[in-house]
């Protein structure tokens, strides 16, 4: 008797604290449970609204839909809104009430925010060039938290065959150097900026 009132009480603990944990549930045996709202229709919140239904089907089956047209804020996930409390390329992930929300600092904070999510919340392995492992779920459910992140660096930037793939770019969080840097002065300059048919006699210390 004592062993099942333990067993019981274990079931009914475990059972509240899946209902208290599971704020928003995405996907419910392979069927969509949630609709992704773009709070602004920009291509940096559309690409990152692309990603996270590119994922959630690759790992169970279901496609969540995808609009700018806001309806309500339970079961839905809410791509985009500006917030302060990050800086540029920053993100908060909130989750509460039968709801998330992926805002966002500028920047490419809104797909930032969707990759975070994806890698430590969902189980997605973005290793390297065209090599990714994720888990496959029947059902997907997202726990209540505040994140904020903003990114140490500005300006990130590795040289891979990885560099051609637009998704692997954006999931690494890299910059191409034509932003900052002027055309054919990247790396080896030094000649460009002094050459030494020019300078190379009159200022041998260069």
Same mark, same amino acid.
């Given at each position: ?10 079931? !009914? ?28 229709n ?27 047209? !806001? ?60 090599t ?37 770019v954006?999931?690494?969080r ?13 790396v ?8 030494a ?10």
């Amino acid at each position: 008797m004592r062993n099942t009132l333990r067993t019981l009480l274990l079931v !009914f603990f475990t059972l509240s604290v899946t209902y208290v944990s599971a704020q928003i549930t995405l996907v419910k045996s392979h069927k969509p449970k949630a609709k992704i709202v773009l709070a602004e229709n920009n291509a940096v919140i559309h690409d990152a609204a692309l990603i996270l239904s590119h994922f959630i089907e690759k790992i169970s089956n279901a496609e969540l839909s995808i609009t700018n047209k !806001f309806i309500s804020e339970k079961g839905v996930i809410i791509i985009g809104e500006k917030t302060k409390e990050v800086g540029t390329d920053g993100f908060i992930l909130d989750c509460k009430d039968d709801a998330l929300k992926i805002l966002t600092g500028g920047g490419n904070g809104a797909i930032y925010g969707v990759e975070t999510l994806l890698e430590q919340y969902l189980g997605v392995n973005y290793w390297t060039f065209k090599t990714v492992d994720y888990p496959q779920l029947v059902t997907i459910s997202i726990p209540q938290m505040h994140r904020a992140e903003t990114p140490a660096f500005n300006f990130r930037m590795s040289q891979s065959y990885g560099n051609d793939d637009p998704q692997y770019v954006k999931w690494f969080r890299l910059n191409n150097q034509a932003e900052v840097f002027a055309d054919n002065l990247w790396v080896h300059t030094f000649n460009q900026i002094l050459p030494a048919s020019v300078y190379g006699k009159s200022h041998p210390e260069y």
